[in-house]
């Protein structure tokens, strides 16, 4: 089995609820030989996975969340405390809801990822940036043994 080591970073606005959980399977890893090249590398989906029953979720707040420069947040991925709802103007206030820059680090043997999480705006795109990158997940892979 190959061990690797994966990271989850939540893009500007989504997260507030990435909370909810990213979850590891236990299946071992194949190796990029032993796959054909047209699989060799995971596609992505615009439709919700079927979730197999035996999938063991974890709730990313018990294992850390890294880019949280407080504690004592409204909610748990505020990047302002709540003491600074008054002090500040309301569109920095708006923004601080948003998640950038907070990441979740993990190891693990899984052929499959699964992520629940819920976008906190009904907004799901920017007239800067597409739905993709305000609205969606970053997972970034490292894997030792190469």
Same mark, same amino acid.
């Given at each position: 089995m190959i061990a690797r080591r994966l990271l989850l970073t939540s893009p500007a606005p989504p997260a507030a609820t990435?909370?909810?959980s990213a979850l590891l399977d236990s299946a071992p890893v194949a @190796?990029?030989?032993?796959t054909a090249p047209e699989t060799a590398r995971p596609r992505a989906s615009t439709r919700p996975a079927t979730v197999p029953a035996d999938v063991v979720w974890h709730d990313v707040r018990d294992w850390g969340v890294e880019g949280r420069g407080f504690d004592d947040t409204a909610n748990y991925f505020? @990047?302002?405390p709540a003491r600074a709802k008054d002090v500040v103007r309301p569109e920095v206030w708006n923004l601080s809801h948003d998640s950038a820059g907070?990441?979740? @680090?993990?190891?693990t043997?899984?052929?499959d990822l699964y992520a629940r999480y819920a976008v906190t705006r009904p907004e799901l795109a920017m007239s800067h940036m597409a739905a993709s990158g305000v609205s969606?997940?970053?997972i970034y892979g490292q894997q030792d043994d190469i």
């Open positions: 990435l909370a909810a @190796r990029a030989a032993d505020d @990047r302002l907070m990441s979740v @680090r993990f190891e043997d899984a052929t969606g997940l970053d």
